[in-house]
């Protein structure tokens, strides 16, 4: 593989990466807050449907980006009330969040527009553009640099680049506000936050809705930047994936990008090559998309590096003395 | 009943009136009335059960009252979240630490607390003035280190430091000496009484009889959801206050004849266990116990007691050996486990009944076997003989006296003191040679640990070795035959019941050998 | 919370009622909201899955499936495990059926289907074994890695199928031979033409192979010494471990039962109705266990009577489709998540008031007066006289 060869697969690793981050973060919020979340997948999958909806309708990709954030705002205060308020068991809660967004994205989908589930194509304003950035024309004849800056990190959409933002954002909330200090101690010991006069709910709801943000962005660029419009479960496991990310990235911010970005890494690889010859041995494709679901239970078995949840994770907040 | 019309007293720092809390049929607290006096040491003792910890919960806002009024310095204040407590200057020291583990002590002092959104100012700000409080107060401890890596009576010290730099007035502590030695819980009292000097107001929450006789002004006592009295300390006795606590005239001991020993039934040497963080829990124990005696292990809990129970009983691995009847047990591989030990005579009441030694959601009668499902008398063919295990529990329930006698109960709804028979009442049943009791009264009514006292007794005197683990020494003096205290996974002396008594123990619990113990 | 509040029929009936009425509503709206008559689209449901011989044979089909993954979801509930691999599970029970299948010449039927089950059930709880191993020894968390091993089985099966068991000149869909006719099943309109099914009906004697398994659960479960075991080690592991119950056996038992008997449900699907190996076998019937064990609160005959209800569900849904412009079989998964959302985790919203309910008329002392309506909180001074 030559240079540009490889220039071309950072860049497509990056695109296929940014919903996993989005995800992946989004997670982050909710686990660290103790709320165990397998419903993202769901969550960018109902987003991904409304935000393409009404990119359509309205023509307005900026409005459909706010209605999949709704869409997946609402899925999110499901879980809360599940999880939260009623207690119960957050792993079938998620379970049920996925099942209702597979079903309804289509029922709607169906009824709206008679395309089998499938919105309209998507053009113009009503979905994201690639932006250049300043001077990508100009340097892009430079050695190395060159390249790197004007075909890989420039001429992407801006949810790309805010979703890189969205790494130092969430680790600065995290360790750096007050919100964040109550939060990574709501998912350890709520006990601690609830004798020190804090509610343990109206934080883990926040976290649940933060989670329900992020994941809307997640979405709306799946189905109006990444693709233009939506097709029946166009999320297609990234919220499984993302979820094994945050294990992956032991639940800290950073870590998140690395293993997002490596995931979606895999991702291209398994796009432009059918089958991969390494070292003379034949690797399917299928391998390669396998892969990130192979190395997330090899982390979890704890052969490379032992990953340690949040204490108070899954489990609802019971008062007691 | 309270006088409700009464003028609020200024100088009463906390003062309730007709305070009334049930939970579904239970009524834990009925009403109550409290005055405690601003600047003092305020005990509030009772029975396991009595409602105090659910009035001092009630005080901090973790559950609301049906009926009744709170005065805080002479206003009457609702408490409708701990977040009002906290603003009415109450601090409250759990018996279990709200402690957030992984965080350092200066981050856990100033969650909930924080001045501004942003951490930095904020933690800085606390540094300092954590500082002085721990200077002014004696309580030194690193506000940089992890909670994990301190000791409980330093975890508790910054349970103080908590509600201190959240300004309180009244400190309310819940049981704080269970798992202190009695060093620790020496300091904890000088701490105590300088914050009472300093014109604080304390209540200690306690079981223990000495404790209150030895610092606090004033004791009210608890019975059964009932205040019954308040008395001022100088006035009254250990003895009054038990028996307002029980309601009658308690029997301290236990009559037992001298134990006749006969041959070793079990040995231990060098018993080691390490913990799955890899933490040595046992550091060599050696130990032997004769038929026809109790051996009482004593010990501030968390010094190996458990782990000693769960290595014998077959269900924590350790190296070393264990001899019982002159046989060596496995100690690892597959015939190392619970299932085996019993087979080969050792029968079990664990620490914690309800963690271990019943399923809860079992009915009474799938819980007379269990441990022992695997004997014959409980089976037919490939199935188990449902009918075999109801009819074994029925008459085990008439036996122990369990109440009520339905073996269709879900062993969740029995008392405390009917679970333990139950557990007893299983464990003896195969005739076992050594029979290991962990707390057998923890959580217990009066009534029942007499009957469980007699059992025990009664056991030794059919021949059986005993090993109790207990962290009362009340209960240690009166049943053991001789006393193992265990100290930091070792067994750091042995006693006859008859030459020492609870201070020279109490300095052994504590680690302190050589001349404090001669 | 305690059990002894609510009578045990308005737990195992009641309360599920209640759950499946609230789901039923739910996705009425929904079909309201996108312009459809909800009460025709119930009709169309319920004809189409229970109206008709027709029917019937889909809704049974179904069903067949359903109690498969259902007990098999249901078998690790009990030791508290929550297993949602059952579409991994499943498929690579529908390999195990296919290698038995396809290698080996049976002379009859009958010898093939022990054989396939045999099959089904190793390759089935093979694909348990390591999630199951991985959480017994090293406390990986089952749900995450059943889920990742759906996944896996799902990129193997595409891998063997169009790269190692494809039949040449099949026509580019990947999918093996068809097996011989001496393994074909019975179906049931070879069996009873008599009771109307049609030639094409799906239905086979797997139906009954699912009804003698139900029965083995509810042995297993609640007569054996294993379903002791494994019931304790759910409700207390530290308590297993006092007991002498061997946490990673028990774990690993019953993850290698709940594996096989969702890896069975390939016997009917792909022994008795394919007749082949495709992609996807399954379906989605592994994630409908989840919900189907939720609802009969992981009992046997529980299991039965929801799995019935979501076959009449799939198979109505099916002509939902087909009858009303507009309207996808989707609607169903509306329904199965909703059931799942009701009885699996806001179960306590249900379940609170209802208990609240029990707690007051309780209370009251039984009297001769007609009964007036019910007042919040009771008085707790009554119920103590009350057992």
Known sequence: MDFLGIIQILDSALRLATPLLFACLAGLFSERAGIFDIGLEGKILASAFLSAAFAFYTGNVWLGLLA????????????????????????????????????????VGEAWFGLGGRTPSLMGGARFAEITLPFADAIRGMPVIGPIYSDLLSGHSILVYFGLLCVPLTWWVLYRTRFGLRLRAVGENPAAVDTAGVSVVGLRYAAVMICGVLCGF???????????????????????????????????????????????????????????????????????????????????????????????????????? | MTAAGTPPDPDLAIELRGISKSFGPVRANKDIALRVRRGTIHGIIGENGAGKSTLMSILYGFYKADAGEIMIGGKRTEIPDSQAAIDAGIGMVFQHFKLVENFTVLENVVLGAEEGRLLRPSLAKARKLLRQLADDYEMDV?????????????????????????????????????????????????????????????????????????????????????????????????????????????????DKAPARPGKAVLEVKNLRVTDVQGVERLKGIDLRIHAGEILGVAG???????????????????????????????????????????????????????????????????????????????????????????????????????????????????????QQKIVLAREIERNPDLLLIGQPTRGVDIGAIEFIHEQIVALRDQGKAILLVSVELDEIMALSDRIAVMFDGRIIGERLPSETDQGELGLLMAGMTGEAAA | MTDSVMPKWADVALVPFINLALALFVSGIVVALIGKDPFEALYILVNGSVGSAYGWGYTLFYTTNFIFTGLGVAVAFHARLFNIGGEGQAALGGLGVALVLLYVPWPHWTIAMLAASVGAAFFGAAWAAIPAYLQATRGS??????????????????????????????????????????????????????????????????????????????????????GYEIRAFGHSEPAALYAGISPTRITMVSMLLSGGLI????????????????????????????????????????????????????QGGGELTFEVNGMTREIILVIQALVILFTGALDNMVRSPIENLFATTRRRPASPEPTTPLEPGGHPERGKAEP
């Open chain 2, 300 to 418: 501030v809990a968390g010094n190996g007691q458990s782990e000693l129970l769960e290595v014998l009983g077959g269900y924590a691995n350790g190296t070393g050996t264990i001899r019982l009847n002159d046989q060596t047990i496995d100690l690892t591989g597959t015939a190392s486990d619970a299932r085996t030990r019993r087979a080969r005579g050792i029968a079990h009441v664990p620490e914690d009944r309800q963690r271990e030694g019943l399923i809860m959601d079992y009915r009474a009668w799938e819980n007379v076997g269990f441990g022992y499902h695997h004997d014959a008398r409980f089976n037919s063919g490939i199935f188990m003989d449902n009918a075999a295990l109801r009819a074994d529990c029925a008459a085990k329930m008439e036996r122990f006296d369990v109440r009520p006698p339905d073996p269709n109960l879900a062993a969740k709804n029995f008392s405390g003191g009917n």
């Open chain 1, 68 to 107: 999949g954030i709704v869409a997946s705002l609402m899925l999110s205060a499901i879980h809360g009330l599940a999880s939260i308020t009623f207690r119960g068991n957050q792993l079938i809660s998620g379970v049920a969040i996925n099942f209702l967004a597979s079903g309804i994205t289509v029922v």
């Open chain 3, 141 to 226: 968390h089952i749900v995450i890695t059943t889920i990742m091993f759906n996944f896996i089985a799902s990129a193997l099966m595409v891998y063997l199928l169009s790269r190692v068991l494809l039949v040449p000149g099949a026509g580019g869909s990947p999918e093996t031979a068809r097996f011989a006719e001496a393994v074909h099943l019975p179906s049931a309109y070879e069996i009873a033409p008599w009771l109307g099914f049609s030639r094409s009906t799906p239905l086979n004697v797997s139906f009954f192979l699912a009804i003698a398994a139900c029965i083995f659960v509810w042995l297993l479960i609640w007569r054996t010494r294993l």
């Open chain 1, 218 to 321: 997640a979405g709306a660029y799946l189905a109006t930047a990444l693709s233009a419009g939506f097709v029946k479960e166009m999320s297609a496991g990234r919220g499984f994936i993302a979820l094994a990310a945050l294990i992956f990235a032991k639940w800290r911010p950073w870590y998140a990008l690395g293993a997002t970005f490596l995931f979606g890494l895999l991702d291209a690889f398994g796009n432009r090559y059918q089958s991969l010859d390494l070292f003379g041995v034949d690797i399917p494709t299928q391998f390669m998309q396998a892969l990130p679901y192979i190395l997330t239970v090899v982390i979890l078995a704890g052969f490379v590096g032992r990953a340690i949840p949040p204490r108070a994770g899954g489990k609802p907040y019971v008062k007691e003395r």
């Open chain 2, 142 to 254: 690193d506000p940089e280190a992890v909670i994990e890596d301190l000791g409980v009576g330093q975890q508790q010290r910054v349970e103080i430091l908590k509600a201190l730099y959240r300004e309180a007035d009244i400190l309310i502590l819940d049981e704080p000496t269970g798992v202190l030695t009695p060093a620790e819980a020496d300091h904890l009292f000088r701490i105590l009484r300088g914050l009472r000097d300093e014109g604080k107001t304390i209540i200690l929450i306690t079981h223990k009889l000495r404790e209150v006789m030895e610092i606090t002004d004033t004791v009210s006592v608890m019975r059964r959801g009932e205040m019954t009295a308040t008395v001022q300390t100088a006035d009254t006795s250990p003895e009054e206050l038990a028996e307002l606590m029980v309601g009658r005239k308690v029997l301290l001991r236990v």
């Open chain 3, 263 to 314: 890896g069975l449900m390939a016997v009917n699907a792909v022994m008795g109705e394919a007749e082949r190996l495709v992609i996807d076998p399954v379906q989605g019937a592994g994630f409908v266990g989840i919900a189907v064990a939720l609802m009969g609160r992981s009992h046997p005959v529980g299991v039965f009577l929801a799995a019935l209800l979501f076959g009449a569900l799939y």
